[in-house]
């Protein structure tokens, strides 16, 4: 499975007032072309670039200076929106059913990886995913002389924003027809829409806004200067002993095996480290000040509930996790093919996108307690960043 992005960047932006293409204007020390390129360094396999034919030349040195790892396409934009994608769209090359089609505004550069996961996420679940913003305010609709109508009940009225994500095997078929119906679709979800097929909404984002008007820059600037949020780093240790009679718990997975770790609780000693690394890096101490071994609250109780807890603690302290690496230092049993599960748990429990979290085991080569199989060790770094 790929994800393809088509970024458009032929819009004219004539509201903008620009003497240029407002992709091509500068923000912050980087064009806005550049910046919506990169949000999706970790999230592309290939792009293509929509632009008009006598820009291509700029917008390909620009992107040039931008570390993209993945190959980067150009080709002409149409007289619509629709026009554009499906040139893009045939612009695509190795395109299969279950790869997913991202549709960016090239003029919304402040996207960011977290709200392009929700997208992708909602894509394999669902086979669309379009991210909107409930709307806050009273919305009128009028005839063509302005006389109101009705008024909508908001309660189901979201602000749609870009990427809006489909599986190609829905969406490319689906534009294909559109284009011979006449119909002009104001956004991409629209032609699904047209055709019947269910469209999801998913979470959008308050900073992902289009420059359209020349104060959208202002409140670019400051957004991009408020993003120099404050990241602390923690590290976490934890070792328990291998005994007879107990459960194995990793990470929040049972792992079959004849022995299990001793300890208070689970003896999840994976988990304990990352809840070390998440209030080490806020300096709120450690799991031993928050959930004592002498209490029997936290008697047998799973490691997972306290992650949870421990999350709930960093939160009211103005924190969230950024990302983790986890180590387990173990002789047996193997435990790779426990780790897909393992980073489930942890990245549904801190509410962060799988690709955030790391977690790798490793032995001792029969050297130390974890060597003579009396014992499991393990480390983690955990970043966090001010909510």
């Known amino acids: 499975m790929k994800n393809h992005v088509i970024l458009l960047a032929g819009g004219k932006g004539s509201r903008m007032n620009a003497s240029v293409n407002k992709v091509l204007l500068e923000l912050c020390g980087k064009a806005v072309i550049r910046r919506s390129a ?34 980067v396409h150009f080709t002409s934009g149409g007289n619509t929106r629709q026009e554009s994608v499906l040139n893009g769209i045939k612009a695509l090359t190795d395109v299969c059913d279950e790869d997913i089609i991202l549709i960016h505004d090239a003029a919304r550069c402040l996207v960011d990886y977290d709200l392009i996961s929700r997208v992708i996420e909602s894509v394999k679940l669902y086979g669309s995913g379009v991210p909107g913003i409930p709307a806050s305010s009273t919305y009128k609709i009028c005839d063509s002389d302005r006389k109101v109508l009705y008024t909508p009940d908001r309660s189901g009225l979201y602000e749609i924003q870009t990427p809006q994500g489909f599986s190609a095997g829905i969406f490319i078929p689906a534009a294909l027809k559109a284009a011979d ?23 959008g984002s308050s900073q992902n806004i ?5 104060e959208d820059i202002s409140r670019a600037v400051s957004i991009i200067k408020g993003e120099k949020k404050n990241m602390r780093v923690g590290m976490g240790y934890d070792v328990h002993r291998l005994a007879e009679g107990r459960k194995l718990i990793l990470c929040g ?14 003896a999840d000693v994976a988990l304990h480290a ?7 890096a806020c300096a709120l101490g450690d799991i031993g000040k928050h959930f004592p071994d ?10 997972v509930l306290l992650l949870e807890k421990t999350n709930k603690l960093i939160e009211a302290a103005g924190y969230k996790v950024f990302n983790t690496d986890i180590t387990i230092v173990a002789q047996k049993p193997k435990l790779l093919p426990f780790i897909p599960q393992m980073l489930e748990v942890v990245s549904g429990k801190l509410d962060i996108p799988v690709s955030s979290v790391n977690i790798k085991a490793t032995t001792t080569e ?11 060790s393990a480390y983690a770094v955990c970043t966090v960043v001010e909510r």
């Open 210 to 214: 289009k420059l359209t008007e020349p």
């Open 38 to 71: 990169e949000a999706f360094i970790s999230s592309a396999d290939d792009m293509v670039i929509v632009c008009r034919e006598n820009e291509e030349k700029t917008i390909r040195n620009l992107i040039s200076l931008s570390p993209l790892p993945f190959p």
């Open 253 to 266: 997975v049972e792992i079959p095996y004849h022995l299990g770790l001793l300890g208070h609780s689970d």
């Open 274 to 280: 990352l809840m070390d690394a998440m209030l080490g």
């Open 294 to 303: 002498t209490s029997d609250s936290y008697k047998d109780i799973s490691s």
């Open 181 to 203: 119906t006449g119909i002009v679709f104001t956004d991409d979800a629209g032609i699904l829409e047209h055709f019947h097929i269910p469209v999801r909404v998913v979470r």
């Open 366 to 376: 029969n050297l130390g307690f974890e060597g003579r199989m009396e014992g499991i």
